[in-house]
């Protein structure tokens, strides 16, 4: 390959003979040396050192001085560039007696070529006592004093150098450390690492390599403070801490990164991570002084925070002191005094704090069916329905009441006694309701010209008697199924809830600020920092010693993982949901418990009927037939799992629910079948398939998920794209028309009840919501309301889930068995609740911080 | 109290052949049940005989001499307006009956169902007067003796006492239902002859007929002695005046029945009794024909101007529009507002799915409730549900073999046999179309049974065309000559293969090779080319469903 030439090499040819000349001049001088006599001196014109009897180096003559002007001094060459340096070729430099440099082709062995030359001759120098060195034992001695040397350019290039002209060999190694040297001078981290690295692949443990990568860290860290990257800087202080813990300003230097990290998260109220830059500092440096210093600023901030605590306690701010002792806890939690004060102020002001992908919507619309997960959670905390589903057992959903003691049917089902609570004991947080109050609630659902009316429970309901003050009567046309279903709906009317209420003026009450009453908990308006507050709207009596939750603060992360880091840290202890994937990880750890929520959340794709999906029951089969679940299930869900907390389904209520036909398999995935339907589709449309618009909630892998089905449907021919349902945005309804497909994620815990606002997507019972369905489910539905006795239920259930699958009025994806952790301070937790905040009246949390 | 009327159809109900039809003559048989005087004044000219029965409430402002002014006043604007069109008696507090709205609804027919009445009395108006706070409130109902109509109640409270008796006035003019009879010739027009119709009362407004006057009819079936035996409304069945010409109109017939006026009676006259708008909304009750009589929830029930039904998707009705679309709740009933003109009949279209249950005339604000039997089409939408279930399964069993057909084809021409024996083999194992028939023929024989168990007929013949039409989409897109033609020519091609491997070894061996199926015409297959040349791994367009 033809060597480039540079101004590093000078003029082809010149070098070569200013070599030449050397060497002949040196071959000269041996060829005399060999023929003269010993003790005859050389007349040559320099005047080469005397060889040693011993050694009888030959003794070349310098070359002259026009020879050595083509050649640069060392002063003159210059460095070759990071560049040149990287590309190659090598090259080493000879340094001359005169002064010049000679560059030439990379020497062997390296380094420390002449020493290992001298060494081979010292050992062929014949030894005292060792019999006469031969002739051709001495040429051979005497070749060595001849480096060979093989010049960068001309046409000759292979000589032999005396050892006696070489003053000094840099090596292209050496080159690169010099090169290095300078570039760290300069700061350029970037290209010195390069450099180093290269120099550290071409010869392994160099000299000087060392020295030079403890400068690199430590440059670089003084870069990475400059750049305003201290934790990087602190990084590689401590790698450089590791290998060279004497290295000079390595202390210094730790104490300012140190302190700017400190700095930085006291400025954003972290006290959290500045405790941890701390203890990296002392656990490298246990006596540095900034160490101590922030260790005694940490402290008296602490104190301060506790002094401020006692006086907020004091003034009878509870909330106000438990707030000052929690930051306390995080400044410094190891100071004694933190664990009495916060464990006396956080057992009175119970603080549970949760970690969430998504908060509820400042509005809401209440007609709405469509929920996002926070606003379930809202609900949950702020509506109390007559009757909730608590548990599920025997395939069946179970009720509970928080306001009757028992409800009696009598007359064979068409009249139910009951029985309200006389009182609710401390931990409930709702006034006490009577009978008068419930029948004027009741009666607004009677009232078609109200906006409260409720027309499945006035066809049903035909009547209702105030038998006592906690005794009330409901007759009803016909017995329903379930009455506890049937009642499943929250108060909303103060009236109801009898004098004792606080503000009571009719209607929806707010108190003096403006708050709307909400039970048991009522949320506080944003305050804008990516956090929900709710707050027991009856605080517990100030002396009881049994308390209990009250209040609770959702934390937004932007994503799963960071609301697990933050429970790992013990920034909430409580995540109501946490991907399948992940649920495992927690099996090891102590601390927490993890639990399966009662019923799974089932995911399925629902189409508008107005729209083209909707009338095109091709169209609707040749996209579900498009779709691979299990591949869609196992790898944006489950992740891998095995733990089966993830199946297949066929209708959009639990695969454990009574109602669930097992013998309906789900569609296969057949894209040629699913091409063909939907080509099929487009005959019958008679036009080409506009892109479907599929509505999504905002919510991580429901996104990806729904990304993926777009895609599937792709590659049938199928466009679709997402539109967003981020926070704020409105849930989908039949009456709009911007939306094709609307991917769901559900529970349905009784689908007699809850199956109709499902597939309305609305809240109202009227059977105009049910227009836009085709005739065959409106009727469905309709019966579904009068069924009389479980075993028809499930029949119709069943033929309901068969009519599904046939007409495909849906895609019911898969259902995913949904886990909650809690870390083990919070206590009362039901066992396989139904909904994220179940019985949350009657949660615990006791005092605990972490120390990390 | 919800006016009854037996099950409709457009279609002639067979039901209504137990009724006694009698031809209707060219005459018209005297209203009145006593004998005709020998030279019998037209009814266009004759007046109506009315009685005004004016319940004056126990008040100071009506005892004595104010009532009797009230009444003389009352008198004296009936004759101004009315002239000649009625001969009107009035009495105050006359029988029992209390003044007061409570009172005046709870009158039923059977309360005024009298003979001595019917013969003296063409009309007769129970009006109440009775103080509202400052001022009045009047009530009236008209009973008509000709039809044995008791119709609505109207009230109309007034601030001014001194308006009494022009309120009372015009309280009758909105009660006023004018008679009229129906002469139809046999193929001619329809004739409209009103009773005082060629009378000319002094305010036009009461005139007894007018052009675009609304009419219900009536049949009054006499006995032998011509004596009112039974009188039956015509259900929805609604007659329009034409021109007007001495009291005679022609009149154009709306209703649901196919043949609403037949003309062969005998003993049956056809009365048309007129019609006002009487209440801001009819609640119209659906129910399947008895004895069941369920009421038919989430039924959809379209009112529109026009006679036939639109394709419109569905949508609510806007807020104070007397026609769109609307659901029955789950009692069977809708709420229909009155429209502003309510001398048009409308036309009310009930659909559940795509069946069309009814189409009648409907004018809602008539009457407050109004009863509609239907047949229970519970049974064909069950069967409908069942076929289209078989018909999705078939959808896809045909579209599959479409798939693996074109599939086999293509991996026959690129001789990958491997490909093609599996694809045959998949086709081979798929559903028959004996699968489908014997399924189709449970769903037929369980749906037939049904529908001859409820004496069902037309859900019978329902039952067997969507059956039939079923079965041959089986048979036309499943037929197995299809598959054979395939397989044929699947042999065909690898015999051409087996035979060009076998040309092909003759030809390095140097033998000369045999003359093959290649030389020879080919057999047309039969098979339908795909209609589409579609990308390589993907099966075509232009499945053969």
Redesign the interface.
């Known amino acids: 390959m033809a060597r480039e030439w540079s101004a590093d090499f000078g003029q082809p040819g010149r070098i070569g003979r200013c070599l030449r000349l050397l060497c002949l001049v040196a071959l000269g001088c041996q060829a005399a040396r060999v023929h003269a006599q010993p003790d005859q001196p050389s007349t040559d014109r320099a005047q080469p050192p005397s060889p040693d009897a011993e050694t009888e180096q030959p003794s070349p003559e310098p070359p002259t001085e026009e020879e050595a002007a083509e050649l640069k001094t060392l002063d003159a060459t210059e460095l070759p560039s990071f560049q040149r340096l990287m590309q190659g070729p090598a090259v080493d430099w000879i340094l001359l007696t005169t002064g010049k440099v000679l560059e030439v082709e990379p020497l062997n062995p390296r380094p420390g070529t002449i020493d290992d030359l001298k060494g081979q001759i010292a050992k062929l120098m014949r030894k005292a006592g060792q019999p006469a060195e031969t002739e051709v034992a001495k040429r051979k001695r005497l070749s060595l004093y001849n480096l060979p040397v093989t010049l960068v350019e001309g046409e000759e290039r292979e000589y032999r150098l005396h050892i006696n002209f070489i003053k000094d060999i840099t090596y292209y190694e050496d080159l690169m450390l010099r090169r290095v040297d300078q570039l760290l001078d300069d700061r350029d981290v970037r290209r010195a690492y390069e450099l180093l690295t290269t120099l550290d692949q071409r010869q392994e443990n160099w000299p000087g390599v060392v020295p030079r990568r403890d400068r690199l860290a430590f440059t670089e860290s003084l870069v990475k403070l400059a750049a305003g990257q201290p934790e990087e800087a602190l990084a590689l202080l401590e790698s450089l801490h590791e290998r060279n813990a004497a290295y000079a300003g390595l202390v210094e230097q730790f104490g300012i990164v140190v302190d700017q990290l400190m700095r930085d998260a006291l400025s954003r109220d972290d006290s959290r991570q500045a405790r941890f830059f701390l203890k990296r500092l002392l656990r490298r440096l246990p006596s540095h002084k900034t160490a101590a210093a922030w260790t005694g600023k940490l402290m008296q901030a602490t104190r301060e925070l506790l002094s401020q605590s006692a006086a907020a306690e004091r003034a009878g701010q509870n909330e106000a002191a438990l707030d000052f002792v929690e930051q306390a806890a995080r400044t410094w939690p190891e100071l004694p005094e933190v664990l009495s004060v916060y464990n006396r102020l956080a057992n009175r002001h119970q603080r549970l704090r949760v970690g969430v992908v998504d908060l509820p919507n400042a509005v809401t619309d209440p007609n709405s069916a469509v929920l996002a997960r926070a606003e379930l959670r809202r609900r949950q905390l702020t509506e109390t329905p007559l009757f909730r589903a608590s548990r599920f057992d025997d395939k069946i959903a179970r009720y509970e009441s928080r306001f009757f003691q028992d409800w009696t049917p009598t007359e064979l089902g068409h009249r139910v006694v009951f029985r309200l609570r006389p009182t609710g004991g401390s931990a409930q947080s709702m006034p006490p309701l009577t009978a008068a109050g419930l029948s004027e609630a009741l009666a607004e659902r009677l009232d078609s010209a109200g906006d409260r009316y409720d027309?499945?429970f006035a066809?049903i309901v035909t009547g209702l008697a105030v038998r006592g003050p906690f005794d009330l009567t409901v007759q009803f046309d016909q017995p329903p199924l379930r009455p506890e279903a049937l009642f499943a709906f929250p108060f909303r009317r103060a009236a109801a809830f009898g004098a004792s209420a606080s503000t009571s003026t009719g209607g929806d009450t707010t108190d003096e600020n403006g708050t709307a009453n909400s039970y048991p908990f009522r949320m506080e308006p944003y305050a804008g920092d990516g956090r929900a507050r709710y707050r027991r709207s009856i605080a517990e009596p100030e002396r009881t010693a049994d308390r209990h939750v009250s209040e609770i603060v959702e934390i937004r992360y932007a994503s799963h993982d960071k609301a697990i880091q933050g429970l790992l840290r013990g920034e909430v202890s409580l995540l109501p949901s946490v991907p399948p994937g992940t649920v495992k990880s927690f099996s090891g750890r102590n601390e927490f418990f993890t639990q399966q929520y009662g019923l799974p959340v089932t995911h399925l794709l629902q189409f508008h009927p107005?729209q083209t999906p909707g009338r095109s029951?091709?169209l609707r089969?040749a996209l579900i037939y498009a779709l691979d679940r299990p591949q869609l299930l196992t790898e944006v869900f489950l992740r891998g799992s095995t733990d089966n907390l993830g199946r297949l389904t066929t209708a959009p209520w639990p695969t454990t629910l009574y109602g669930y036909n097992r013998f309906i398999k789900p569609h296969p995935f057949?894209p040629?079948?699913a091409?063909?339907?939907a080509?099929?589709a487009?005959?019958e449309l008679g036009h080409q398939i506009a892109p479907l618009r599929i509505w999504v909630a905002d919510a991580p892998e429901v996104r990806e998920a729904a990304g993926r089905i777009v895609g599937a449907w792709q590659k049938i021919g199928v466009p679709a794209a997402l539109i967003a349902g981020e926070a704020g945005s409105k849930m989908p309804s039949l009456a709009d028309d911007d939306w094709d497909v609307a991917y769901r994620a559900e529970v349905m815990a009784e689908p007699l009840i809850e199956l109709w606002p499902f597939l309305a997507l609305t809240a109202s019972t009227?059977?105009?919501a049910?227009?836009?369905l085709?005739?065959?489910l409106?009727?469905d539905?309709?019966d579904l309301?009068?069924v009389g006795d479980w075993r028809t239920a499930e029949q119709l259930l069943n033929k309901l889930h068969?009519?599904f699958w046939?007409?495909?009025h849906l895609i019911p994806l898969w259902e995913i068995d949904e886990h909650f952790v809690a870390r083990k301070n919070i206590r009362n937790i039901p066992d396989r609740p139904l909904w994220p905040y179940q019985a949350i009246e009657r949660w615990k949390v006791e005092p605990w911080f972490s120390r990390d | 109290m919800p006016r009854s009327i037996d099950r409709l159809h457009s279609k002639p109900h067979p039901a209504t052949g137990s009724l006694a039809f009698v031809a209707a003559l060219l005459f018209v048989a005297p209203l009145a049940g006593a004998d005709p005087p020998a030279h019998e004044i037209s009814l266009e000219l004759r007046p109506y005989r009315v009685q005004i029965d004016l319940a004056y409430a126990s008040a100071p402002d009506f005892d004595g001499a104010s009532g009797a002014l009230v009444q003389s006043d009352f008198g004296d604007c009936l004759e101004r307006v009315a002239g000649s069109l009625w001969q009107t008696s009035i009495r105050a507090n006359a029988g029992i009956r209390l003044a007061g709205v409570d009172p005046l609804q709870r009158l039923r027919p059977e309360d005024l169902e009298r003979p001595a009445l019917a013969a003296d009395l063409d009309k007769l108006y129970l009006l109440s007067v009775e103080p509202a706070g400052a001022g009045i409130r009047i009530a009236g109902r008209e009973w008509d003796t000709a039809t044995s109509q008791l119709g609505a109640m109207q009230i109309v409270t007034l601030p001014d006492r001194r308006e009494t008796a022009h309120c009372l006035m015009k309280l009758l003019q909105s009660l006023f239902r004018p008679v009229a009879t129906i002469e139809q010739s046999k193929g001619g027009p329809l004739r409209l002859r009103a009773r005082g119709g060629a009378l000319a009362p002094h305010d036009e407004s009461w005139q007894a007929l007018r052009e675009g006057m609304l009419f219900e009819a009536y049949y009054r079936y006499l006995n032998q002695e011509h004596a009112v035996e039974r009188i039956q409304q015509i259900p929805w069945t609604y007659l329009t005046a034409g021109r007007v010409e001495q009291g005679v109109a022609d009149g154009t017939v709306t209703s649901g029945l196919r043949a609403a006026l037949s003309t062969r009676r005998r003993r049956v006259e056809v009365v048309a009794l007129g019609v006002s708008r009487q209440v801001d909304s009819t609640r119209l009750t659906l129910v399947t024909r008895p004895p069941t009589r369920r009421p038919l929830?989430?039924?959809?029930v379209e009112l529109a101007a026009d006679s036939q039904p639109s394709d419109a998707?569905?949508?609510?009705p806007a807020e104070g529009a007397g026609s769109g679309?609307?659901?029955?709740?789950?009692?069977g009933q809708v709420l229909l507002r009155a429209a502003a003109d309510a001398t048009k009949p409308m036309w009310l279209f009930v659909?559940?799915?795509?069946n069309l249950l009814a189409r009648i005339p409907f004018v809602p604000g008539l009457h407050a409730d109004e009863l509609l039997e239907l047949p229970d089409d519970?049974l064909r939408?069950e069967v409908?549900?069942h076929v289209?279930?078989l018909q999705?399964?078939l959808?896809?069993t045909v579209?599959?073999r479409?798939?693996l057909a074109t599939?086999a084809r293509q991996r026959a021409k690129a001789r990958e046999w491997p490909d093609v024996d599996e694809f045959m083999r998949q086709l081979a194992a798929g559903p028959k179309a004996a699968v489908f028939v014997a399924d189709l023929s449970g769903i037929r024989v369980h749906g037939l049974q049904a529908a001859r168990a409820q004496k069902d007929r037309a859900t019978e013949l329902r039952v067997r065309r969507l059956c039939d039409d079923m079965a041959k989409l089986i048979s036309d897109y499943l037929e197995e000559d299809k598959l054979r033609e395939l397989r044929d020519e699947i042999d065909e091609l690898k015999k051409i293969a087996e035979e060009d491997d076998a040309a092909e070894n003759a030809l390095k061996s140097g033998q000369p090779p045999a003359k093959g199926r290649r030389d020879q015409p080919t057999r047309k297959s039969g098979a339908n080319p795909p209609e589409?040349v579609?990308p390589a791994k993907?099966?075509?367009?232009?499945?053969a469903?």
Do not use: M
């Not at chain 2, 993907?538 to 499945?543: L, V």
């Open positions: 027309a499945r066809a107005r029951r091709a089969r057949d040629a079948l091409y063909s339907l080509r099929n487009e005959k009227q059977t105009q049910l227009s836009y085709p005739a065959w409106r009727h539905l309709l309301d009068r068969r009519q046939a007409e495909v | 929830g989430g039924v959809e998707p569905s949508t609510p679309r609307f659901v029955t709740d789950r009692k659909r559940n799915g795509q519970t939408l409908e549900g289209a279930q999705s399964e959808v896809d579209a599959r479409a798939v599939l589409a579609p993907t099966p075509p367009a232009g499945a469903f």
